[in-house]
């Protein structure tokens, strides 16, 4: 897997068309953490969609934090593959 923008770090399947790809990337010399929606053309390549974050790695290591903690509360542990 690759990615003109950046390296990809993680790629989650959403759906059957759709996958979300975390990237490490750079913008105006800023390093950024982009969690994107990739989808698949009718050709087989993936394209990025608008949707999406671009984060600071400090806001990423935030925004990991409240993803664990709302694991938590979910009764999920991450990186399962409970559904």
């Known amino acids: ?21 975390i990237s490490r990337t750079t913008f105006k010399g ?3 953490v982009d969690c994107r929606v990739y989808f698949e053309n009718g050709k087989g390549s ?7 974050l671009c984060l600071s790695p400090n806001a990423f290591v935030r925004f990991a ?4 903690d709302v694991c938590k509360k979910l009764g999920l542990t991450p990186g399962s593959e409970e559904e």
């Open 1 to 21: 897997m690759s990615e003109q923008d950046g390296e990809v770090l993680a790629e989650i399947d959403k759906n059957a068309t759709e996958v979300v790809r």
């Open 30 to 32: 800023h390093d950024l």
């Open 46 to 52: 993936w394209l990025a969609s608008k949707k999406g």
């Open 65 to 68: 934090g409240a993803v664990v």
